[in-house]
């Protein structure tokens, strides 16, 4: 793992190199620019040196001293070579520098070592001035310089700076090393402290030794703290996940009994709604059962006076015209009203029996509204509204007639209760269409409407604006459930103050299967 340690030292000792490797390059560069210019200055003086000494010896043909002078400028180590010629003889005298530094005589084949420098050499009496010589060429010289010595100095220049630079290299990373161990050290026990804190329970991590007095132990003190903080939320927590797992439990079982209480109240407000039906339907019934009941004793009492007069007198044909008349308005009487009875209680029977049970069975939705409606008839005649129904009688629904019943009568006693006032007119319209396979069923009311901040909540359980007199809230909340679970369809409403409400039921002909239903969502609840 390449460490923040390591790159730091890397970085650092990448700098250093670089400067020293910058200062180094300009050191060597002025060294070697000295250096030329010292051998420079050493090639012009013995160059001078040798054009003033050597023409007038080899003027006078005198080799030893010429030998003389060119070993005397042979002494600096630079010089490789001299040697000397005559302009008639060739070669006339010289020297080289062996390879262990002796100065020995030319060999029969000059070695041109070094750099080659060349001059010639004249030669000039000096006399009277009258008598001064014209300048003339006596020979040359050629004199080969060796850079061995520059070369030599740049390269131990060159190896000292290295060896500088790599001391100083390992001086400063061992500086480093022991330096960054001060910060570091620390650092790596804040690092696994704050892994254990991670991975391992609160309970089983130590606090970091604290004796420090630099900033560091500052920070190691602070991670205590932090620690010690830590390990407190944890413990509190815990406590507040003990408490809300015991809540949730407690909440769950509040949710459970009161969504058993709903069920019951909601089964409550159905029983409720099919014993008012019965109380509507007995009291209705009363009337065409006592009118056949004293039609009845009136031709009891008449057939007893006829066979009273069989038995005594005899008959008179008046008798018999008055008997006649009494049995036949009897008669109509009966029927009619036992035939208006019986229409209550064929109506009164199927209802009961659907709202009673959960059977699915085929119907047609417009004989079953009037059947639905005849039900109620106890309850609309009291008011003066007028209740019209257009269906179209070929509409069929495969569907559950108790829970459609359930859904006509919630919403037409809705109306009834709270869209008119008291002994005011009105009208409620019940109308359907067939859309595709949906069945599309309209129930508006020409009533008061509902105001729009209470628009949204009318479908909610509980909710009503009777509180007190009588209303539950669950009347329409009863026909959401309906159609949104058993029916699988959607109910919305619109409604205007002063304008009526309209409900808007949409419900497939034929009903899905309840388990499919009952996870339907509808649509939209308010339009």
């Known amino acids: 793992m390449f460490s923040i340690q390591n790159r730091l030292k890397l970085l650092f ?6 400067v020293l490797a910058i200062s180094g390059s300009y050191t060597q560069y002025s060294l070697g620019r000295d250096l030329e210019a010292s051998n ?26 010429v030998d003389s002078i060119v070993e005397a400028e042979m002494l600096p180590p630079e010089v490789v070579s001299i040697r000397v010629y005559d302009t008639s003889v060739g070669l006339f005298a010289g020297k080289m520098r062996s390879a262990n530094g002796q100065l020995v005589a030319l060999g029969a084949r000059p070695e041109q070592a070094g750099t080659p420098v060349e001059a010639t050499l ?19 010289v050629v004199i080969h310089f060796s850079r061995a010595g520059i070369d030599a100095a740049l390269a131990s220049e060159l190896m000292r700076k290295v060896l500088e630079v790599l001391l100083l290299d390992i ?16 650092l790596k026990q804040l690092r696994d402290g704050l892994f254990d804190l991670a991975t391992r329970g609160t309970d089983e991590v130590e606090e970091l030794p604290d004796n420090r007095r630099d900033e560091l132990g500052d920070v190691i003190r602070g991670f205590n703290q932090i620690q010690r903080r830590l390990k407190s939320t944890i413990v509190r927590i815990r406590e507040a996940e003990d408490a809300a797992r015991r809540s949730a439990q407690q909440t769950a079982q ?24 019965v109380a509507g339907v007995a009291h209705e019934i009363n009337t065409p059962v006592g009118i056949a009941l004293t039609s009845a004793s009136v031709l009891k009492a008449a057939t007893d006076d006829i066979q009273s007069a069989v038995n005594t007198t005899g008959l008179k044909k008046s008798d018999v015209m008055r008997y006649l008349d009494t049995a ?21 029977k199927q209802i009961a029996v659907d709202q009673t049970s959960e059977a699915r069975r085929p119907f047609g939705l417009n004989d079953y509204i009037e059947e639905i409606v005849s039900s109620l008839q106890p309850k609309l005649k009291k008011m003066p509204i007028r209740l ?4 179209p009688s070929e509409i069929v629904l495969d569907s559950y007639p108790g829970a459609f019943a359930q859904v006509i009568t919630n919403l037409t006693l809705n109306c009834v209760e709270h869209a008119f006032a008291l002994d005011a007119p009105g009208e409620i319209r019940i109308t359907a269409r067939l859309d595709g396979e949906m069945v599309e ?58 304008q009526g409400t309209h409900f808007t039921l949409r419900i497939a002909r034929v009903t899905p299967q309840q388990e499919l239903a009952a996870h339907g969502e509808p649509a939209g609840r308010v339009a």
């Open 13 to 18: 000792v990448v700098i250093v190199t670089l």
């Open 328 to 348: 036949n308005e009897s008669a109509r009487l009966i029927m009619n009203n036992a035939y208006r009875a019986a229409h209550l209680i064929h109506s009164f």
């Open 171 to 186: 001086f400063l990373v061992l500086a480093l090393s022991l330096s960054l161990r001060m910060v570091f050290d620390p």
């Open 122 to 140: 004249v030669f000039q009496d000096g006399g009277t001035a009258s008598a001064a010589t014209k300048p003339v060429p006596v020979g040359k």
């Open 40 to 65: 420079l200055r050493l090639r012009q003086g013995v160059l001078t040196r040798l054009q003033i000494s050597l023409p007038s010896a080899l003027w006078d043909l005198d080799k030893s001293k």
């Open 388 to 391: 019209v129904i257009n269906c």
């Open 441 to 498: 069923l309209h129930v508006r009311d020409s009533g008061r409407g509902i105001a729009p901040d209470v628009l949204d909540r009318i479908f909610d359980p509980f909710f009503t604006t009777r509180r007190g007199q009588g209303g539950t809230g669950l009347g329409l909340n009863i026909v959401y459930n309906l159609i949104a679970k058993q029916f699988g369809g959607t109910i919305t409403v619109a409604s205007t103050l002063g």
């Open 254 to 277: 509040a949710l459970q009994d009161l969504r058993q209480t709903q069920e019951s109240l909601l089964q409550a407000e159905r029983l409720a709604s099919l014993g008012s039906l």
